[in-house]
């Protein structure tokens, strides 16, 4: 457990609804604090709801740079300015450099709408209808070098109904997500989260429900 909150910096592309559950729950929870909201594109709904709340906020736009390593090379020293000591991908739709992992080792967790190793990359939800899956779900996850590929935190399932379409399905997911990510980033703030290779161990507190 911390003395004091851990500040964290959300990336996000769109309309935040998972920023907006870290953000909701971080005054219960009091081990995380979202430090700055950096954005891809300006003019996202994100924006404004960071704003709302008071949370510094920055636009790190990807054609402003010449390469991956560039871009990566300028969110971190935006969350490094901000005191951040870990990065949450919350609906982030660009693909960090390595340089990000050496900067935050073990410190950036990415929430997927698949249960990881299945339909990983940008159209999870409509690779699963189109699969004819009959359960889906979320996965939060440390980030690594592969897309969607670092170690598991924690998954849970989500039943594909069959009349589910991608609007439908996706309405689901994001409920459970936005449970999951803040019980994460707590967890990883309170220090109660450890990766041995491919495998996470969580150090549930005695009045958490476990999952």
């Known amino acids: ?86 990065l949450v991908l919350a609906g982030f739709m660009r693909i960090l450099a390595p340089i990000a992992m050496k900067r935050f080792p073990a410190a950036i967790i990415n929430v997927h709408p698949a249960l990881l190793p299945a339909f990983p990359g940008a159209h999870a939800v409509e690779n699963a209808i189109e699969y004819g899956v009959t359960l889906t779900g979320v996965t939060v996850h440390f980030v690594d070098e592969q897309v969607d590929h670092g170690p598991i935190i924690v998954q849970e399932a989500v039943r594909v109904a069959a009349d589910d379409d991608q609007t439908s399905l996706h309405r689901r997911i994001q409920d459970v997500e936005h449970r999951l990510l803040p019980d994460a ?8 989260l450890t990766v041995q290779g491919r495998h996470v161990r969580w150090d549930r507190m005695p009045e958490e429900a476990v999952g």
């Open 1 to 86: 457990m911390t003395d004091s909150p851990l500040p964290i910096a959300v990336l996000i592309s769109g309309s935040g609804s998972n920023l907006q559950a870290l953000i909701d729950a971080q005054d219960a929870a009091q081990d995380y604090v979202v430090a700055v909201v950096i954005s891809d594109r300006p003019d996202v709904r994100g924006l404004d709801r960071a704003a709302d709340a008071g949370i510094s906020t920055k636009v790190v736009e990807w054609a402003d740079f010449e390469s991956r390593s560039s871009f990566t090379r300028a969110l971190c020293d935006v969350a490094d300015c901000h005191g951040a000591k870990g």
């Open 185 to 192: 980033v707590s967890a990883f703030a309170r220090g109660n």
